[in-house]
């Protein structure tokens, strides 16, 4: 299969590394790109031919752009395969400006952070046709270890932002809970065993807890060096909002969170760490 891909920054630079492996692959970034990658000059370029473009890009604009950018050059029939994690307003415009163009659009964003594009384990939530699904699904075989249709265009977008509202939710939930622990004079350890075999056991304890030395290895006890960023949290927690305004639904815990994770990043000192760092950043802090 021949494959375009267009975004090689931390996520998209292993995916297509992995790919590369099995496929044809030529890459393109607007900046520097990795080596050992076989790179066009323009976005045009590296989708000529290809039966697949797999675009990996910051925001929903700049997804549109690279889309009618690229759309005119791709042969008829085409799958654009988009991994980025944009608004579902965005996905789902580009999906229709792919099928006004003779070509199909899956949205596909990731879980699974840089660790899971290296190593080929992410999970891909994805929207658009049945049989465009079923094209790119090999695909998703050697990116990753898991992939779920989720229904039409903007589906994929929808699932991701949900999941991860709920993880921002249960972060901040599960932070507080070992500060109160710490007060009440409860050992971090047994609050893990307790809470990880009962009713409190989520994803952000059990695998992820922001307790260092506590639980499996995860960034805190690597001085909370980010494996999944807290600005990105922030992102997806503001697109999470966005499409709750949109869709007229009542978000009060998303919406705290997002606002907490907001005064985290921007006016404290978040920036550059693992959204589990509200766990220090709680510490820090007295009832107000």
Not at 195 to 218: D, L, R
Request: aromatic share 6%; hydrophobic share 45%; charged share 15%.
């Amino acid at each position: 299969m021949k494959i375009g891909f267009i975004g090689l920054g931390n996520m998209g630079a292993p995916m297509a590394a992995n790919l590369a492996k099995s496929h044809d692959v030529i890459g393109y970034d607007t900046h520097a790109a990795p080596a050992g990658l076989t790179l066009a000059e323009t976005a045009a370029e590296a989708v000529q031919g290809a039966d697949v473009v797999i675009t990996m890009l910051p925001n929903g604009d700049i997804l549109r752009a690279v889309a009618a950018e690229i759309h005119p050059a791709m042969k008829a029939g085409a799958v654009h395969l988009d991994c980025s994690t944009v608004d579902v307003e965005s996905a789902r415009a580009v999906a229709a400006a792919a099928q006004a163009a003779g070509l199909q659009a899956v949205d596909a964003p990731v879980s699974g952070g840089i660790g899971g594009a290296t190593n080929g384990t992410l999970t891909f939530m994805a929207g658009g046709p049945a049989d465009a699904f079923a094209k790119v699904s090999p695909l998703f075989d050697i990116m990753g270890q898991k992939a779920v249709h989720c229904g039409d265009a903007g589906n994929g977008q929808a699932a991701k932002i949900c999941n991860n509202m709920i993880l921002g939710v249960t972060m901040i939930a599960t932070s507080e809970a070992f500060v109160l622990a710490d007060k009440l004079g409860l050992d971090r350890q047994a609050m893990f065993d307790v809470v990880s075999t009962s009713s409190g056991y989520s994803w952000s304890m059990n695998a992820y807890c922001p307790a260092p030395g506590v639980g499996p290895q995860s960034p805190a006890d690597n001085d909370y060096q980010p494996g999944f960023a807290a600005d990105l949290m922030l992102k997806d927690l503001r697109l999470s909002q966005m499409a709750a305004e949109a869709a007229d639904a009542d978000t009060p815990m998303g919406q705290a969170a997002c606002d907490l994770y907001a005064q985290f990043v921007e006016t404290e000192d978040g920036q550059g760490k693992d959204f589990s760092a509200m766990l220090p950043r709680f510490e820090k802090r007295r009832r107000s």
